[in-house]
């Protein structure tokens, strides 16, 4: 089955600064890559996500990129501020299997000092 | 909130007993998934339906069964086979049809814990 490979564990910044959690997965076949925010107690919510056509997509100061080749891909944000600070996963999901759930990474604990 | 409701948002188990956690989903989804969250980690896959009166097991099915008798309905027990469940569970669903990965909307959780 897919295994998803997330890092790093714990990442803190500057208010300001950039940050990068970079992600690799197992399944060739996988085509689906979300990133999901979850804050403390709450659910995940999507942040923006990636389909395995084009390598790189952005929304505002989010960006993800994908390489195929490598199976990694990463999520970028720029200007951090401290309402980015939360708990970020990553994902993977594969057509045509059976089940089409996502298999998340172990996820990235960001903080943003103000 | 996504349209994916769970309840309770916390639930209290003695050892030994069984519990059902609830979700539902006005979304019009046809399918439906069970994570489980331990503190620190990531979400593991508990079990999924791809369309109602038919359900699989995911990777950590051990100790918990699901029935799905309704599109809307996904509901969760935790049986006393579960050694240690206490966690965090979500529930989400998913639209598009089966040859489409689409995002998932998670349910806002429900908090177990063993006493």
């Known amino acids: 089955g897919e295994n998803v490979e997330q890092h790093p564990s714990t990442l803190s910044v500057q208010e300001g600064d950039s940050a990068v959690i970079k992600c690799t997965y197992s399944?060739?076949?996988?085509?689906?890559f979300p990133w999901y925010k979850q804050e403390l107690g709450k659910r995940p919510q999507l942040i923006i996500d990636?389909?395995?056509?084009?390598g790189e997509k952005k929304d505002q100061r989010i960006a993800v990129t994908l390489n195929k080749t490598a199976k990694h891909f990463s999520l970028h944000i720029t200007e951090t501020q401290p309402e980015d600070s939360a708990v970020y996963f990553c994902a993977a999901s594969q057509p045509f299997t059976g089940r089409r759930a996502l298999t998340f990474g172990s996820g990235t604990r960001l903080q943003v000092q103000p | 909130d996504g349209g994916i409701t769970q309840s309770p948002k916390y639930l209290f188990r003695k050892e030994g007993q069984n519990v059902t956690l609830s979700c539902e989903q006005n979304?019009?989804?046809?399918?439906m998934y069970w994570y489980r969250q331990d503190p620190g980690q990531g979400l593991r896959l508990i079990y999924y339906?791809?369309?109602?009166?038919?359900?699989q097991k995911g990777d950590i099915a051990e100790g918990y069964s699901v029935s799905r008798e309704k599109k809307e309905s996904f509901p969760l027990t935790v049986t006393s086979a579960q050694k240690n469940p206490t966690a965090f569970y979500l529930c989400a669903s998913r639209g598009g049809g089966l040859a489409e990965n689409n995002e998932q909307f998670f349910g806002p959780g429900t908090r177990l814990t063993v006493l």
């Open positions: 990636i389909r395995s056509n084009v």
């Open positions: 979304l019009n989804h046809d399918a």
């Open positions: 399944d060739s076949a996988s085509n689906y």
């Open positions: 339906s791809q369309i109602v009166n038919d359900f």
